[in-house]
Structures are given as C-alpha cells and as structure tokens.
Nanobody
Framework: QVQLVESGGGLVQPGGSLRLSCAASRITFNIYTMGWYRQAPGKEREGVSCISSSGGVTNYADSVKGRFTISRDNAKNTLYLQMNSLRPEDTAVYYC?????????????????WGQGTQVTVSS
C-alpha cells in the first residue's frame, strides 16, 4: 500500500515558522504531482499548494502566497512545505497528498492518496 507520512507540525507563535515534511514509500514518487491540503475545525478541506512531478511548476492558494514555499526532493522521496510568517488563521491539520492538479487546487477528487495529517497550531 502507498504510504505518505507527515511530520513537523506543532505549536508556534504568530510570525513564527515551521517546515513540514512528507515521506513517501511504496510509490513511484517522481511521476506524481504532490500537494498540501489543510482542514480547520468545522471547515472544508482546502488546497494549499501543489507541485509538478519534477518540481518545476508550483501553485499556491492566495491566502498563503509569499509566505509558504512547496518543494520536493525526488532522490529522497520527500515533499516539504516551508511555512513563514504564520498567522492564527493558518491553524489546521495539514495533509500531504498525491495527484493534485497544479492548475486547480480545489480538484480534490483527483487525489489518489492521502497522508494521516499533522497538526499546526498558531497561537500566542
């Protein structure tokens, strides 16, 4: 079975930074687009960012542009999300996913595999 395991979440003060990682196994990692999604309590799951299989093309939700950076290391089968200038509204469970649509972050039905999620809490 394909496995995606997120790590790096935690509690951080507003304005702080975190780096999330997603380790993939039992998957031909370098042929999949990869993305990050998040879900806050009582809210729909939303797309945060998506990256092409080679890492050459990226897309971000308007709410995180200029603050978050998605990247991948295909040699390590690992996806990353660098999160800077964090705000309380960024608080959510963050999920790693495979087969996102780079041009449309809302196309969740194209996701083939999900990680278990990691909690990010931004609070003073």
């Amino acid at each position: 079975q394909v496995q995606l395991v997120e790590s790096g979440g935690g509690l951080v003060q507003p304005g702080g930074s975190l780096r999330l990682s997603c380790a993939a196994s039992r998957i031909t990692f370098n042929i999949y687009t990869m993305g990050w999604y998040r879900q806050a309590p009582g809210k729909e799951r939303e797309g945060v960012s998506c990256i092409s299989s080679s890492g050459g093309v990226t897309n971000y939700a308007d709410s995180v542009k200029g603050r978050f950076t998605i990247s991948r290391d295909n040699a390590k089968n690992t996806l990353y999300l660098q999160m800077n200038s964090l705000r309380p509204e960024d608080t959510a469970v963050y999920y790693c996913a495979a087969s996102c649509v780079v041009a449309d972050l809302d196309e969740k039905l194209y996701v083939g595999f999900w990680g278990q999620g990691t909690q990010v809490t931004v609070s003073s």
